[in-house]
């Protein structure tokens, strides 16, 4: 075998295992952004889902040759460093709502639905 | 040679960028607050990106798309700190409370409502309930 058989076979094998490692890391945010408990835990699960999206963006460009999606790559982390730097404010000017798990009661039985979702949704 | 070289370590970097993603995604879903989820979360996630777009400015063949994956990198290690930062900063302020496991917390409580004078609250009185 030569070296560039070898490498073209590496890659898409690295491809595939890259490609199955992003969608596991997209469900495990999002099952953190569902079951929350706190706002600031979904404004994380945004920017990690935001940070996973552009390695994803990356491997697609490697994947499929269409390396002009990097520019939307760098849209995407404009926009959700501008989205998390609100919510930031939102959550200092919010202040500290009266229903708001507290820290004793977490992680994964609670989902969250306290009062402070209303403030989200509003 | 060299362009099969530069395959092979994309194809290393990707590995490692999407393990390094995953990672941080499995310590978002198990560590116990918010602020080990945001050490897990800004800093992992963070370099695995980095590392997968590092790939990409390998494996690409036109000189612009190279620059534009190497600055998207900067970019994201330049925004990632400071949104974790002032995300910390806001949730520590605002008073949620850490993992009872902690044993140190050496920031003084801070004052949300001298600080936040220049943004209009929601609603009146929302700022002045503050948990010493």
Redesign the interface.
């Known amino acids: 075998m030569t070296?560039?058989a070898?490498?073209?076979l590496?890659?898409d094998?690295?491809?595939a295992?890259?490609?199955g490692?992003?969608a596991?890391?997209?469900?495990?945010?999002t099952?953190?952004i569902i079951l929350g408990p706190?706002l600031?835990?979904r404004?994380?699960?945004l920017?990690?889902l935001t940070?996973?999206a552009?390695?994803f963006i990356?491997?697609i460009?490697?994947d499929t040759g269409f390396?002009l999606y990097?520019?939307i790559?760098?849209a995407l982390?404009?926009v959700?460093?501008l989205a998390?730097?609100a919510?930031?404010?939102f959550?200092?000017?919010?202040?500290?709502t009266?229903g708001?798990p507290?820290?004793?009661e977490?992680?994964l039985e609670n989902p969250g639905r306290g009062p402070q979702n209303e403030?989200i949704s509003s | 040679m060299i362009a099969d070289i530069g395959t092979i370590v994309a194809g290393l970097l990707i590995i490692a960028g999407s393990i390094f993603a995953a990672i941080a995604a499995l310590g978002i879903i198990r560590l116990p607050d918010l602020y080990t989820r945001m050490h897990a979360a800004s800093k992992a996630g963070s370099v695995g990106s980095g590392m997968m777009l590092i790939a990409l400015a390998i494996m690409s063949d036109a000189l612009p798309e190279t620059l534009r994956a190497i600055a998207a990198v900067f970019f994201f290690l330049l925004t990632a700190p400071i949104s974790a930062h002032l995300l910390a900063k806001a949730a520590y302020a605002v008073g949620y409370s850490m993992w009872e496991g902690s044993v140190l917390d050496e920031m003084p409580p801070l004052d949300v409502d001298e600080k936040d004078t220049a943004t209009p609250a929601p609603e009146d009185g929302a700022m002045a309930e503050r948990p010493t």
């Open positions: 070296l560039h070898f490498a073209g590496f890659l094998l690295s491809l295992i890259s490609l490692l992003l596991l890391a997209f469900l495990l945010t099952i953190r706190t600031p835990d404004v994380l699960g920017d990690m940070s996973v552009i390695g990356a491997v460009g490697i390396t990097v520019d790559a760098i982390g404009l959700g460093f998390t730097v919510f930031a404010r959550i200092l000017a919010r202040g500290k009266g708001d507290d820290v004793e977490l992680p403030g």
